[in-house]
């Protein structure tokens, strides 16, 4: 939990990053930015698909309809917080030279996704009033 508060307080002065070890190869924390990136947009597309369950199936069952939007806005969420404290961990490991940092978000994700999707194809089989 004080590793967790100290990479939040890293979120917003990133330059104490640059307080610890020695400088990387650009090219690693250059592909770090992009890994960060490439999160952020997976957040933007569950946060639109999201949206996108709420707006546009109105004939879908409120509970349903809710359930998925909800489910999609806060993978979104969690999506987009991890993107930061994931480079953050990552740009102190390469500075301190040690291992890159295991995570269970990925397996985490994919499980609420393959959910997401499971319950969107019952309500194609069953239909929007199922």
Known sequence: ???FARNVRVW???EEVRQEGHTPDYRFSLANERTFLAWLRTALA?????FAVDQFLPDLRWGWRVGL???LLGAGVLCSLRAVNHWV???RAMRRGEDLPVSRFP???SLVVAVVAVAMVVV???GWEG
């Open 69 to 71: 939007a909800l489910a």
């Open 12 to 14: 917003f002065a990133p």
């Open 1 to 3: 939990m004080i590793d």
């Open 124 to 126: 194609v089989l069953v």
């Open 46 to 50: 569950l946060i639109g698909g999201g």
């Open 89 to 91: 961990r990552c740009e």
């Open 107 to 109: 397996a985490l994700l």
